[in-house]
């Protein structure tokens, strides 16, 4: 299996760049020959609002989702954890969503399975300045190639549902691409408040409700009474929390009594060091 190392290598040197007007040839239905093999033994990294999105088609907490369906990688290479959907434990490692129909939870699928056989690449180098490109996924098994109809990149982008996952996904590019996880030295309580915050939604809620966040903070009181049910809205404030307490943008604001005591305690100590 290509780790996303090499692919990403590979990607950067080899393949043909494609934007939204690009062709392509490709067909995936239950009478292709290799017609579900693809969803077994693959790394389908997970974005926040794929976890959102399969958790509550499965009617279940992120918590309780993310201990059954994903697995998340940690060595001291990963900068960031992020989680892979869990494949089955069978010989074939089949995907646990996968049936004999093809995907179970299809309308709810991740990201990365819409956009096959399509992926997508914004290299932060001088020459793209992190421009987004398209590329094919040329597998061998994959007969998909071999027949079907044709498409633009962003007739693929708008048929298969994309464009609500890449809103939400371009609320979370800002805080994934801070150069701040470039220098891989986060803390274990940083690391887990960046997972809880971006994957794990329901943990975040409690943390929202059960901390003093709403003390120390000032919170419009539509947010806070948004929060409380709807978690895209959860979502778009976990990630304002997190450019804040990450030290990116001052996108919270201190509540001013909280402020006040912070300044005479400075003071006070600014003092008794003279
Ligand atoms: S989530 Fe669905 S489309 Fe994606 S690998 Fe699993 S079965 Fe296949
Ligand atoms: S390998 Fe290609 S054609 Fe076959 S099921 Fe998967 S996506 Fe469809």
């Excluded at 017609?35 to 609002?49: E, K, Q, W």
């Excluded at 059954?68 to 990688?73: D, I, L, R």
């Excluded at 709807?230 to 009594?257: I, S, Y």
């Amino acid at each position: 299996m290509t780790t996303p190392k090499e692919l990403k290598a590979r990607v950067l040197e080899d393949a043909p760049r494609f934007g939204p007007d690009d062709r392509f040839r490709f067909s995936c239905h239950p009478d292709v020959p290799c017609f579900n093999h693809c969803c077994a033994n693959i790394n389908i990294f997970l974005t926040p609002y794929d976890v959102l999105r399969l958790k509550r088609r499965l009617g279940i907490t992120s918590n309780e989702f993310l201990d059954k369906y994903a697995v998340v990688p940690f060595n001291k290479e990963i900068k960031q954890p992020v989680p892979l959907l869990r494949m089955r434990g069978d010989e074939g490692k089949t995907c646990q969503f996968v049936g004999e129909q093809g995907c179970t939870v299809y309308e709810d699928r991740p990201w990365a399975c819409r956009m096959y056989p399509l992926g997508m690449a914004a290299p932060r180098d001088e020459d793209t300045q992190g421009q987004r490109f398209y590329f094919l996924l040329e597998e061998d098994h994959c007969k998909g190639f071999e027949e079907g109809r044709e498409y633009a990149v962003s007739d693929w982008i708008r048929d298969q549902g994309i464009e609500e996952y890449d809103r939400a996904g371009e609320l979370f590019r800002p805080i994934t691409l801070h150069p701040f996880f470039e220098s891989g030295d986060m803390s274990p309580a940083k690391m887990d408040m960046f997972f809880m915050a971006s994957y794990n939604l329901d943990r975040f809620r409690r943390f929202v409700f059960e901390s003093t966040l709403l003390d120390k903070f000032v919170v419009e009181p539509e947010i806070v009474e948004a929060i409380k049910t709807d978690d895209f809205e959860l979502m778009k404030f976990a990630f304002r929390w997190l450019r804040f307490t990450l030290g990116f943008e001052d996108t919270m604001k201190l509540n001013p009594a909280l402020e006040a005591e912070r300044r005479e305690e400075h003071a006070f100590f600014q003092k008794a060091k003279e």
